[in-house]
């Protein structure tokens, strides 16, 4: 799979981060990549990095959100900023480098929980 960074999106995310309030998440350990020939059905993607590299080798928790080019890019402004959102959402708010699942006892990822978030911002 090729893939590059994708200044553009982390402007987007940059945006989103202090609009939706998201104080939790550290923008500088947020990084973006667009790819190519990814073999997925996700217009998105969002990896966190596990706690074992915090505790073995000292590292700052970090996020990739990847979007897939093929898909991502065909979509609408609104469908790529509510596709930015649900990303977001998967980070909790301890920012430990895991990520939080669709369904949780006290969350929930899906498209109203995005819709309502989107209702929120200014413009971008």
């Not at 667009?34 to 970090?62: H, Y």
């Not at 930015?84 to 669709?102: N, R, Y």
């Amino acid at each position: 799979m090729k893939y590059q960074k994708a200044p553009d999106v982390k402007k987007i995310i940059d945006l989103l981060i202090a609009q939706l309030d998201f104080f939790h998440i550290k923008k500088r350990n947020v990084h973006c990549i667009r790819s190519f020939d990814a073999k997925t059905r996700a217009f998105a993607r969002i990896w966190g990095m596990a706690k074992l590299f915090k505790e073995v080798a000292g590292l700052e928790p970090n996020y990739i959100i990847e979007v897939n080019a093929k898909k991502f890019d065909k979509l609408s402004e609104k469908d790529q900023v509510k596709t930015l959102i649900h990303e977001l959402m998967h980070i909790p708010k301890t920012f430990s480098g895991a990520l939080l699942s669709h369904r949780g006892p006290h969350h929930r990822i899906n498209d109203r929980e995005v819709e309502k978030l989107l209702k929120t911002l200014k413009r971008l």
